[in-house]
């Protein structure tokens, strides 16, 4: 696995493919039990959610393949993993578990070919948490999993917007 900026890597998602159908990125929010998962559609406009990987110090080979599973079926160029910045723009001390699993990662070798960047979590999880406090989830894992897959959709949504705007050329007809 390789890390690139974040318009570097949203510039090779948009040189590869067709306009119609370009591979696809997935958003990570890693926490230090569950893996939250988003996968962005076919035009990488819209994130979409996907599903939750538990996260142990043993399995990282397993989530390894995981990752190459949805690399195939989803056509993956890369990930978007979310990164707790503080209030000022410095590392903050949950990015540990962040940067430990992308190496972790990257020492499997089996996501060579794959890229990633980072992209800024912050309150991603409490404004999920707001979001799903009025459906009154009674199970505290299925909404710890539901809260770490939203936040994966809202970090690679806030990424899929960002470069969108700042990078894709002004097309009339796809509006």
């Given at each position: 696995?390789?890390?690139?900026?974040?318009?570097?890597?949203?510039?090779?998602?948009?040189?590869?493919?067709?306009?119609n159908?370009?591979?696809?990125?997935?958003?990570?929010?890693?926490?230090?039990?569950?893996?939250?998962?988003a996968?962005?559609?076919?035009?990488?406009?819209?994130?979409?959610?996907?599903?939750?990987?538990?996260?142990?110090?043993?399995?990282?080979?397993?989530?390894?393949?995981?990752?190459?599973?949805?690399?195939?079926?989803?056509?993956?160029?890369?990930?978007?993993?979310?990164?707790?910045?503080?209030?000022?723009?410095?590392?903050?001390?949950?990015?540990?578990?962040?940067?430990?699993?992308?190496?972790?990662?990257c020492?499997?070798?089996?996501l060579?070919?794959?890229?990633?960047?980072y992209?800024?979590?912050?309150?991603?999880?409490?404004?999920?948490?707001?979001?799903?406090?009025?459906?009154?989830?009674?199970?505290?894992?299925?909404?710890?999993?539901?809260?770490d897959?939203?936040?994966?959709?809202?970090?690679?949504?806030?990424?899929?917007?960002?470069?969108?705007?700042?990078?894709?050329?002004?097309?009339?007809?796809?509006?």
């Amino acid at each position: 696995m390789r890390m690139l900026q974040a318009e570097e890597l949203f510039r090779k998602i948009l040189e590869s493919g067709s306009k119609n159908k370009r591979p696809r990125l997935l958003g990570l929010d890693v926490g230090s039990k569950y893996v939250g998962l988003a996968v962005s559609d076919e035009q990488n406009r819209i994130a979409l959610p996907l599903s939750v990987l538990s996260r142990t110090k043993t399995n990282i080979n397993l989530m390894a393949d995981d990752f190459k599973t949805l690399v195939s079926k989803y056509s993956l160029a890369g990930f978007v993993v979310g990164y707790p910045f503080n209030l000022h723009g410095q590392h903050s001390p949950d990015a540990v578990q962040v940067r430990l699993l992308a190496g972790e990662l990257c020492k499997t070798g089996k996501l060579a070919d794959m890229c990633y960047t980072y992209w800024d979590e912050n309150f991603t999880s409490k404004c999920v948490e707001a979001l799903l406090h009025p459906l009154n989830l009674k199970n505290r894992d299925e909404a710890k999993t539901m809260t770490d897959k939203f936040a994966a959709v809202c970090i690679l949504q806030g990424y899929l917007d960002n470069m969108n705007r700042k990078l894709r050329p002004a097309d009339k007809s796809e509006a």
